[in-house]
């Protein structure tokens, strides 16, 4: 969700099969209770609900760790393979371990992938270097779904009706105008007066610039691809922003 100088970072799963209001709203006042990663590109800053009692702790974007894992789900006859992406920062105390996790399940890995890469575009390129919203379980899909089954005569004749009647046995329309709305009060959550403060655009003169550390990085990685080289292999140069978070790094 892309709102000013902001990206607010959160995830939320609806079935895409005959998504249900009950387990919608569920869903909901689950997420409710936990808060947003909220990156500020302006500032090049990132604030984490890792502090006491989930308060916000905010810290350099380049001291962020993030990374893909995948387990896998055994039963008797399959395995499945389950890719979380994991956002994380530095203890500052403790300089090889961690404090605190995000974690949001993605399905498969390259979901995960490109999840982080359009947070990543959007705190190096901007928003505008960003795909647009998708319209996925929205109204306005919904909508949309309907009509390209009439235009392409998927459904014909007594199917339309069919349909409608199993769209509203379903609660189908609500469903969708409920995960609008849900999505619209997600990003109100309750927040502090500094971390208001922090979230306010700033002039375009003080906006942070990347560190040489960095832009040698990227330089480097594009050079990788424009070789030939491939995410995932074994000698990629990656960025390792493996510096002890001090605390006056810190603000909880």
Not at 22 to 39: A, D, G, P, T, V
Not at 147 to 175: C, P, T
Not at 208 to 237: F, H, V
């Amino acid at each position: 969700m892309k709102i000013c100088n902001q990206l607010i970072f959160q995830c939320f799963w609806v079935v895409k099969k005959e998504p249900h209001p009950y387990n919608m709203y569920e869903s909901y006042l689950q997420l409710k209770k936990h808060k947003f990663i909220r990156f500020n590109r302006q500032r090049r800053q990132v604030a984490l609900p890792f502090g006491e009692k989930g308060q916000f702790i905010i810290i350099p974007w380049e001291k962020i760790y993030a990374w893909a894992g995948t387990t896998l789900m055994l039963s008797d006859t399959t395995a499945i393979p389950l890719s979380t992406l994991t956002i994380t920062m530095a203890s500052p105390t403790d300089v090889t371990n961690f404090k605190g996790r995000y974690e949001v399940a993605c399905g498969a890995e390259i979901n995960c992938i490109m999840q982080w890469e359009c947070i990543r575009t959007f705190m190096e390129d901007g928003p505008e270097a960003c795909p647009d919203p998708s319209n996925l379980d929205s109204l306005e899909e919904y909508f949309d779904s309907r009509r390209r089954w009439k235009e392409n005569k998927i459904l014909v004749g007594w199917q339309i009706y069919k349909q409608k009647i199993r769209d509203w046995m379903h609660y189908s329309y609500f469903a969708y105008w409920l995960n609008d709305k849900i999505q619209e009060r997600l990003e109100y959550t309750e927040l502090s007066e500094e971390i208001k403060r922090w979230s306010k655009s700033i002039p375009e003169s003080q906006w942070r610039k990347p560190s040489p550390e960095l832009e040698e990085a990227n330089a480097l990685a594009m050079t990788y691809y424009e070789q030939g080289g491939k995410l995932g292999d074994e000698n990629i140069p990656v960025y390792d922003p493996r510096k002890k978070v001090r605390r006056d790094q810190i603000k909880e």
